[in-house]
């Protein structure tokens, strides 16, 4: 039996620790305004090897730049799976702000990403995450009366691992709703 334990516990000693790991973890949070949507991106990626590739690629910036890298890396990291369409249509950032954290603990960092759309005129706005099963997704109207609540998904709700997020765009809403008056431009 001595002998048993022996080798057990030098197989142990000898094999990769056994300690807990985290998959990569994004939260989006979906705020529909009557002209535009913002849609906010939490990320933090997955323990071990996924971190480390983070902080070899944004290590591979000078020195003086490493921050500036870790937060693009990061940013990029965490858009990358994410499309914002209306009909189909994907649709381009009006502005982008990324800061950067570490997790309690210090073992990884994380990042918070607000991006801002013009929103078009259409029926479907559709969030999708090419990686669905670490992606979890909320939303809210803010009475700006562009979603059209009869049959939308709950408000304030975390929906986990969805694909594609879909919200039906209020068919009273007229395009010239947002248009800027000539004296402001």
């Not at 056994?18 to 002209?35: D, I, L």
């Not at 996924?50 to 937060?71: C, D, M, W």
Request: charge should be positive; include cysteine.
């Amino acid at each position: 039996m001595k002998l048993v334990a022996i080798a057990v516990a030098s197989w142990l000693a000898a094999a990769p620790a056994w300690g807990h790991t985290f998959p990569p973890n994004r939260t989006v949070v979906v705020q529909v305004e009557t002209c535009e949507l913002v849609v906010m991106v939490g990320y933090r990626p997955g323990s071990g090897e996924a971190t480390q590739t983070i902080f070899a690629r944004a290590a591979n910036s000078p020195k003086s730049h490493e921050v500036g890298s870790l937060r693009d890396v990061l940013g990029a990291t965490a858009m990358a799976p994410l499309t914002v369409a209306i009909d189909g249509h994907a649709l381009v950032p009006t502005s982008v702000r990324a800061k950067i954290g570490v997790e309690p603990g210090g073992a990884r960092p994380m990042v918070v990403v607000l991006v801002t759309y013009s929103l078009a005129p259409g029926h479907t706005l559709a969030i999708s995450s090419a990686d669905s099963r670490n992606t979890r997704i909320s939303w809210q109207d803010r009475a700006s009366g562009r979603v059209d609540l009869v049959g939308a998904p709950t408000q304030d709700h975390w929906f986990d691992g969805v694909a594609s997020f879909l919200l039906n765009l209020s068919p009273s809403w007229g395009p010239s709703a947002c248009a800027i008056p000539s004296s402001q431009r």
